[in-house]
């Protein structure tokens, strides 16, 4: 059973379509049912650009995104907005949020036009804050946050949507190692299907069932971490050499960067 | 502490209503033939027939009832036309010192004003102006969302800085008509821009009624994609809006409402900038609950705004404009410095 579908991707931005130049190509990628993903590359790779894809944000030019058998296209802004819920790195404006607005805007896709939060939102938005674990600063001003829990209320956010289909891109920058394994751990629970990018490949081949590595716009690898986090390919697609071992306590992949003496 | 539980809230509403429909009964009693407060009460309980007769002269019934009463309306629904539009327009363009006149209405506004005092005349009575103003800020609405508009797409930063540009070119135009205009006709249109509530009466206060009412529906519908909109567009999308859509409808409907309050009261500042932070600092920043705090807030304040107005320089008015910039300036002063 497959929640996500990307076939034959091609997109790039508005200002470059004239000039034939492609940020992403060919990409086919796909997230089943109750699987966590996660995307890794250099820094401009197209990450952050394929996840916009996946999110019905970038239109692409050739190919297909679909979910549970349905192109997103052909869909309307508000039914993909039912089931696939986002955590970015995109903060609100500072001016007066509380916690619980930001969290409560979640319930939008899933509530008519002049309708108020009712008791059951209400009941669902405290249950998810608790469980992020920020319970007791609901009514707490978002900006005066610091970075890791303004994190966690964006991810409770994306929780209250209720969604078939999660989308995280770098989840765990500006957070601390204690709360990036807490984080990534609660992610896991939850058994959601999860596409999410990571910059730490320790933390991707700790928590991913499965890996896709893009390299320039095309996908160049995908397997478990296991098979896709070899000392080889990094090398390849990050210009740097590491040292590939097995983690002694978990059998996940370690890896450690050799630095030039 | 901004105000959260849904009882407070409603209790802030029910109570600024109240503070609103006292003070315009007693910003009945202010100007330069002094009618005493009671008189006031009197009066308009006499004119929506709850009781007749008393001790006021015709004279004063005459002032009361036909010039300051439509004249106090005009300067709450204006007032809190202007805050309703710059608490939106802050939202959509995620910019906190966006206000009513930033996106080049006023201009436009401007500029059929002066086109009209100068080259047509009065074409339609006392309408002429307000008409005039109205198709100009029409015709400035469709000239940004047209600059702005990049193959569809609209960016808050494009829509801001096309209202800027176009704003200046207007202006400039503006500036040209009546430097090398005919003096008197230019007087009257400073005057007109410099703000002012003198157009008041009765038969017209249905307009800006109406446009206030459909535009606060509007911008409340809008509400959430307004909270969306200000957490950033990618979240807007990511939670089911099409954010090209919202900017636009917000767009339309706060140059519409300006433009109409413009017309019939000229270019008055500050209302639609300062009211909607404090009314953020009230009640936050949720749309559905700042949008009606905003507006109560902005036709309280140009009430009281136009009563000094009446009073400061009497038997002269003093422009509504310079009064609102002047004790909203050194209001937001103080509250800056006190912080």
Redesign the interface.
Known sequence: MTALTIHQLRWTPTALERRQHWLLNGIDLHVAAGEFVGLIGPNGSGKTSLLRCAYRFNPPLAGQVSLDGNDLWQQRPRWSAQRIAVVLQEFPQAFGLTVADVVAMGRTPHQGMFAGDNEADRQLIEQTLDAVGLGDVHQHDFATLSGGEKQRVLLARALVQQPRLLILDEPTNHLDPRYQLELLGHLRRLGLSTLASFHDLNLAAAFCDRLYVIDNGCLVASGTPAEVLTAERLHQVFGVHALVDTHPLAGYPRITWITEP | M?I?SVAAYRLLVLGLLGVLLVSCMTALAFGPASVPVSNVWGIVGEQLGLRSGGDWTQGQSRIVWLIRAPRVLLGALVGAGLALVGTALQAVT?N?LADPHLLGVSSGAALGAVLVVLFLGDFAGVFSLPLAAFIGALGSMTLVLAVANQ?G?LSSERLLLAGVAVSFVLMALVNLLLYTGDQHASNSVMFWMLGGLGLARWEILWLPALCLLLGLLAL??LA?GL??L???E??A??????VQAVRVQVFVCTALLTGVLVALSGAIGFVGLMLPHLA??LV???H?RLLPVSALLGGLFLVWVDVAARTLIAPQDLPIGIATAAIGGVFFIALLRRR
């Open positions: 901004p959260r995620r906190p193959q797409r409340l519908a959430r909270n969306a200000m957490s950033g990618h979240t999308v990511s939670l089911g809006f099409n953020r600092r936050g920043a949720e559905r």
